[in-house]
């Protein structure tokens, strides 16, 4: 939240964000935005922890709506790192220019440069909201020329960002921005990848860190390592590296019930495969990310601990680069399988921490919690 307090000309606008990556983009935005727009603006941030429990953007505008009365904004809006799917595609943006409210939906931004993504359209939200407050255009007028960068080549190509007229019942909601078709369906499985942050589960799950870091160290030991790694092929090595990931990625899934069951009548079943398949591609690169600093951190401490000469005595060939690449490569894969096993010490709730942002490991708690109360009746 900002320090200083708004005159009585300013304009306030209140940003109401969910924990984790959206207060991140809050905060940011609270910097950047008054120098950008016309007239004095006050940004206020709200990060709220009751918003992530909110399942659809007609819940998320009616409570934004009652907390800029409470706060007396000009305008609010609400960042989510909730995922939202419409008839006409992932949703983008929802306005409500009544009540001068809005909802942005992070993982419909894609999961290249979402900050900048975010910004663009927090533009074109107020922009929207300004004109129809100021009288300078109609809500349900669809504008075809959209600025801020929202119309580039680049969105263009990737998902273009399409702006609807809506009416619906009981509802407040007027104006949709979304990304139809394949590719906006992939740009928000991109999106929710990256608002799940999966380079954080290498730190997340410690007790698989210390196995595999634990099985490595053991492996620099042995010899027959040393042979197994420098004998193989680069195919066979592929395959193995392959396997281990996938192993690890399994084992993730099954021991922690990671995997959105389609049975679930809460559930869309579309919105169930994309949850499922951002669980799996979270997972994959999360686990990459680990392989990787682990072989890196084994390289290192071949190449420091492991003489040339023992190594070409026990090898029986000339020592170089690729000999440490394939030595490290041999404590790595041991080291994976170590993790797989290590992984299930983790408790649920520390691997969803992990594996998820904050809403969505909210998300999976509560239906975790349900099954069990199901379980038990």
């Not at 053991?218 to 192993?247: E, P, R």
């Not at 682990?294 to 071949?302: C, E, P, T």
């Not at 998820?356 to 975790?368: D, L, V």
């Amino acid at each position: 939240m900002t320090d200083d307090h708004p005159s009585e000309q300013a304009t306030v606008l209140g940003l109401i964000a969910d924990p984790d990556m959206p207060e991140t983009i809050a905060d940011r935005l609270a910097e950047r935005l008054p120098e950008q727009l016309d007239g004095e603006w006050h940004v206020e941030v709200d990060a709220d922890p009751v918003t992530a429990t909110l399942k659809g953007t007609s819940e998320i505008l009616e409570q934004t709506a009652h907390k800029c009365d409470a706060h007396g904004w000009t305008y609010a809006i609400c960042i989510t790192d909730l995922p939202v799917r419409s008839d006409d595609g992932p949703v983008v943006a929802d306005i409500d220019h009544d009540r001068g409210v809005a909802v942005v939906s992070v993982p419909g931004m894609g999961g290249l440069q979402t900050p900048r993504r975010v910004h663009q359209v927090m533009r074109q939200v107020l922009d929207e909201l300004r004109s129809e407050a100021e009288g300078r255009g109609e809500p349900g007028q669809v504008r075809e020329q959209r600025r801020h960068g929202l119309s580039s080549k680049a969105i263009g190509l990737l998902a273009p960002i399409r702006r609807k007229a809506v009416e619906t019942e009981n509802s407040h909601l007027d104006v949709r921005y979304v990304t139809p078709g394949r590719r906006g369906r992939l740009r928000l499985l991109s999106g929710m990848v990256r608002t799940n942050r999966p380079w954080r589960l290498v730190f997340g799950l410690s007790r698989a860190l210390a196995a595999a870091v634990a099985t490595s160290a053991f492996g620099l030991s042995s010899s027959t390592i040393w042979m197994v790694g420098d004998q193989l092929n680069i195919g066979f090595k592929v395959l193995t590296t392959a396997t281990v990931i996938a192993a690890l990625v399994a084992w993730l899934i099954a021991a922690h019930d990671l995997w959105e069951k389609r049975g679930d009548t809460r559930s869309d079943p579309q919105l169930a495969r994309l949850y499922n398949a951002s669980t799996l591609l979270t997972l994959i690169t999360g686990v990459v990310v680990l392989l990787t600093i682990l072989f890196a951190v084994n390289f290192l401490i071949a190449w420091l601990i492991l003489p040339a000469s023992l190594l070409s005595s026990m090898l029986g060939s000339e020592t170089g680069v690729g000999t440490y690449m394939a030595v490290a490569w041999a404590f790595t894969t041991l080291g994976g399988i170590a993790g797989a096993l290590g992984s299930s010490l983790e408790t649920d709730h520390a691997v969803r921490q992990a594996a998820y942002g904050y809403r969505e490991s909210c998300r999976r708690a509560e239906y975790q919690e349900h099954e069990q109360e199901d379980g038990e009746s």
